[in-house]
């Protein structure tokens, strides 16, 4: 049954042949979005002694950028 499967020529893999752009635009934009987030609202109160009052800025803001440049990345991709 697998290998009829896999002898088709007309057979696709799941989300076509662009399933890493799909992975890479989903990763990129979540972590924009949550260094963005943790930014912005940082949490109402510390929950333990060792976790931080805020996010540190520059970390979030550099991880947030990666973030949009490997979305960027892949929506010209696929636009392509």
């Not at 290998?3 to 020529?9: F, K």
């Not at 989300?15 to 990129?28: F, R």
């Amino acid at each position: 049954m697998i290998a009829r499967v896999l002898a088709e020529e007309s057979f696709s893999p799941f989300l076509g042949d662009d399933l890493v752009v799909y992975l890479v635009l989903a990763m990129g934009a979540a972590l924009l979005v949550g260094n963005l987030a943790a930014i912005l609202r940082p949490p109402a109160a510390a929950r333990g002694e060792d976790d931080l009052e805020r996010a540190p800025v520059t970390r979030s803001l550099v991880m947030a950028g990666i973030g949009g440049i490997a979305a960027l990345w892949a929506l010209v991709s696929l636009f392509q």
